[in-house]
């Protein structure tokens, strides 16, 4: 068959105008034969882009002394699966530069060389590998490579890699190259077995990940476009010249269809850890001295990872669209009660911790069933100049570089310079500047206040890549460095936001400003209070009733409940007030605060937005602490100083940690750590009795350092003792239950899904200190709040 097809190919030798890309690069393959078999080649992806991309392959190489044949791969039996394969390779169109008959000729042979082969069992493979082995040898032709792209789930990477390793390799020199398509693991560690196990089969060089994103003609011209113009960027691609940076991607299609992927994902997982992230390292690493050079370019890939400011989940807000939770009932058949938390909304804030960005903003965003599909990176510049009249004037308006992906009102990927930075250089003769305009705005400004670039002839991220992968450039693929590099950034965040309820918005433009968000310091939040509908399914009420706090009674005291967010407003409301008041009736306000995580959220508002707090007047004292060294990050203490007393200015003799560490040894008896602690708290709280004493409650019924079975009645009247935990580190020190009730207000905070069992469980039990001891905390005469969120209320 393959003789045939040389002739035709050679007639098509001068067919082809071959366009600058299609020239080989340094370690492209030795002209020869090159097999070619989509695993999946029956699937989706393969019919909406990769057989286009082989197609557009073919029609470009045929005239450089290369032949191919194309396999589609799957699991069906041949008879089943040639028809579904057949209408999928019709469905392929020519490039523009092939004119028609030429298209109908190339198609014709590139259906030829097509063929289905079921790729089960070893077996199966072992029959395709024997099978183009004895192809070459029939016809006598050299082989340039092998290239097989796993279009499957990710879960059977590692079993077809080593059956391709096993009975697919090529001989004598040709090269062999597997592609993978995202998802590469869940986190840190998954991506890291699968890599492990990948690489018991296949070698690093061999590996090609694809992000599609690197195939997109903007993207892939990010770095050039930096060189080209760099002149003009060097002075100010830093913090002192730009205001933030901006990447998104908004979507106006929903999960549906691919739930059971997209719930064990979700968006932060789909899109960001990957697309987004490789935009962001583009545009943020220093600039290599030579573009193709992979090693370099990782080298500062990799240096970027390494700054990226540590994630918490105040660094993140995070939506679902409102249909999303019956579409995952439906598609995973779960029950009515069951409630998904993956967000199909996230936006993020990310700092790179270095000199020249120090400080500054880059917001990473993306959702499904937003008000529309658009996807651009902003760099959004300072704008030092104060215009006194004529706003209208060019060096009024916003000064920012989009680079611009498709879609939206432009319809078509571009670089977008606004006319008052610079006029940019073109990257290549592959890139045009446009100077036609239609009437529409970009990013809120009219496209004739921009110099705009685009490419010449618009390609598919697919077609591109396949180009690459042919030409064995692993400069737009994700190297393992690479993935591991971004999946330890993003690790901790996903791992924080697991057990947070996301945000739920209606979809489309009925999202209003529902998901705006605002960025204050390194915290991000809706801009918005969301009003929350609470249906009978939630609530077991009637009707729909529209909250966000509700007042009520739980273990016969108070309970203020709210979604998280709105109940950390009211407890540093609260808080406020309380201090306000005892500062105008003593002069003083006593505080105690406890560790744990359920307060950090605490810490931050406060810190954040509560500029007209007391804290001149305000003593801030510890309810309980580990015995590990101040400085240690388990330390309450560390975590209290760094989400909150280093942000606000409060005398530092104020400010009362438990000493825990004496004579350099920790909570040994004979220090009298706790008889100090107690001695301070007589001479400077009135009455021994603080203002208001902030709680937490940990799964066993803990508060403070009390726990279940600690001797309670062996700290007689004491305010302050050494306790014993069951968790590391076990030496603690605490406030007693007697220091605790004598407090004027007592406040018990619990937040979290992962609480509602327990809440549950306290409002059945009585008072039982010695096995649950938060419910010891019974204030003499003062009052006791709890503050519980919906998560932890309702589950
Ligand atoms: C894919 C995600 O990687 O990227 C999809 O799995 C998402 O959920 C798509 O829709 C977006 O790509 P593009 O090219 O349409 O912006």
């Not at 909304?345 to 599909?373: C, N, W």
């Not at 739920?504 to 939040?525: M, Q, S």
């Given at each position: 068959m393959w003789k045939v097809v040389w002739a035709a190919l050679l007639l098509l030798a001068t067919v082809c105008a071959q366009r600058g890309y299609a020239k080989e690069t340094k370690g492209a393959p030795k002209v020869g034969h090159v097999s070619v078999v989509i695993v999946g080649g029956t699937g989706d992806l393969a019919k909406k882009y990769l057989w286009q991309g082989f197609f557009q392959l073919y029609a470009n190489q045929v005239s450089s002394g290369y032949s191919f044949s194309f396999y589609g791969g799957g699991l069906l039996p041949k008879d089943k699966a040639t028809p579904i394969l057949f209408e999928a390779l019709k469905g392929v169109v020519c490039p523009r530069e092939l004119s028609v008959e030429r298209c109908a000729l190339v198609k014709e042979q590139f259906l030829k060389l097509a063929e289905y082969w079921q790729l089960k069992t070893l077996e199966d493979y072992q029959a395709l590998g024997k099978h183009l082995t004895e192809q070459l040898k029939q016809e006598g032709i050299v082989e340039a490579g092998r290239l097989f792209y796993l279009s499957v789930p990710a879960f059977a990477y590692a079993d077809i890699a080593e059956k391709i390793n096993n009975s697919c390799r090529p001989t004598n020199g040709a090269w062999l190259r597997v592609v993978l398509e995202k998802p590469f693991g869940h986190d840190f560690s998954s991506a890291q077995l699968l890599s492990t196990q990948l690489g018991t089969s296949l070698k690093d060089e061999e590996m090609y990940r694809i992000d599609h994103y690197l195939g997109k003609q903007v993207v892939s011209k990010i770095l050039p476009f930096r060189r080209e113009n760099s002149k003009h960027l060097d002075p100010i691609w830093n913090k002192h010249h730009i205001e933030r940076v901006e990447i998104v991607l908004k979507e106006t299609l929903d999960a549906r269809g691919r739930i059971p992927f997209y719930d064990q994902y979700g968006v932060i997982r789909d899109v960001i850890q990957n697309h987004l992230t490789e935009v962001m390292t583009l545009l943020t690493m220093g600039l290599p001295a030579n573009l193709s050079d992979v090693k370099e370019v990782l080298r500062n890939k990799l240096k970027i990872f390494s700054a990226l400011q540590h994630l918490d989940r105040n660094c993140a807000t995070i939506g679902q669209y409102q249909?999303?939770?019956?579409?995952?009932?439906?598609?995973?058949?779960?029950?009515?009660?069951?409630?998904?938390?993956?967000?199909?909304?996230?936006?993020?804030?990310?700092?790179?911790?270095?000199?020249?960005?120090?400080?500054?903003?880059?917001?990473?965003?993306?959702?499904?069933?937003?008000?529309?599909?658009l996807g651009y990176a902003r760099i959004l510049f300072k704008n030092d100049i104060f215009c006194v009249q004529s706003h209208d004037s060019v060096h009024c308006k916003p000064k920012q570089i989009v680079f611009y992906f498709g879609h939206g009102t432009l319809q078509y990927p571009a670089i977008l310079v606004s006319k008052n930075l610079f006029k940019p250089d073109l990257m290549d003769t592959e890139w045009k500047e446009v100077t036609e305009h239609k009437d529409v705005s970009v990013l809120g400004m009219p496209i004739s206040d921009y110099y705009v670039l685009t490419p010449t002839v618009q390609r598919e991220a697919y077609t591109e890549l396949i180009l690459h992968i042919f030409q064995g450039r692993k400069d737009s693929f994700i190297s393992t460095e690479n993935l591991l590099a971004s999946w330890g950034f993003w690790t901790p965040l996903l791992h924080g936001l697991a057990k947070t309820s996301?945000?739920?918005?209606?979809?489309?433009?009925?999202?209003?400003?529902?998901?705006?968000?605002?960025?204050?310091?390194?915290?991000?939040?809706?801009?918005?209070?969301?009003?929350?509908?609470?249906?009978?399914?939630?609530?077991?009420?009637?009707?729909a009733e529209s909250f966000q706090v509700m007042q009520g009674k739980y273990r016969s005291a108070d309970m203020v409940s709210a979604w998280p967010e709105e109940l950390i407003v009211r407890l540093a409301a609260d808080l406020q007030a309380a201090a306000e008041n005892a500062v105008r009736e003593g002069g003083r306000f006593h505080l105690a605060l406890s560790g744990g995580s359920s307060p950090l959220a605490l810490f931050q508002r406060l810190a954040r937005h509560h500029y007209s707090f007391p804290w001149r007047d305000t003593h801030v004292w510890m309810v309980d602490e580990r015995c590990v060294p101040l400085t240690e990050l388990d330390s309450n203490f560390r975590t209290l100083h760094d989400q909150l007393l280093q942000h606000v200015k409060m005398p530092y003799f104020n400010i009362h940690p438990m000493p825990v560490q004496m004579n350099q040894r920790l909570c040994v008896e004979e220090d009298s750590g706790a008889l100090l602690y107690e001695r301070d708290i007589t001479q400077l709280v009135n009455a021994s009795s603080f203002h208001f004493v902030l709680l937490g409650v940990g799964y066993d019924g803990h508060t403070a350092s009390l726990f279940p079975g600690s001797k309670l009645d062996t700290h007689g009247d004491s305010l302050v003792a050494l306790t014993e935990s069951p968790a590391k580190p076990h030496q603690r020190m605490s406030l007693t239950l007697k220091a605790i009730n004598q407090a004027q207000k007592v406040g018990v905070l619990v937040m979290g899904k992962s609480k509602h069992e327990l809440v549950t469980q306290l409002s059945r039990v009585k008072d039982n200190p010695k096995k649950w001891p938060v419910t010891g905390i019974r204030p003499t005469s003062g009052r006791l709040v709890w503050y519980i969120d919906y998560d932890a209320l309702l589950g």
């Open positions: 249909t999303y939770n019956l579409e995952v009932q439906e598609e995973l058949n779960k029950t009515k009660e069951y409630y998904s938390l993956t967000p199909t909304f996230a936006g993020i804030m990310v700092h790179v911790d270095i000199a020249q960005y120090e400080k500054m903003p880059i917001i990473l965003t993306s959702g499904k069933m937003l008000d529309e599909r996301p945000r739920l918005y209606p979809g489309g433009a009925d999202n209003g400003n529902l998901l705006d968000f605002r960025l204050l310091g390194r915290e991000v939040t809706f801009a918005n209070e969301a009003v929350v509908m609470i249906t009978q399914d939630h609530m077991g009420g009637s009707g």
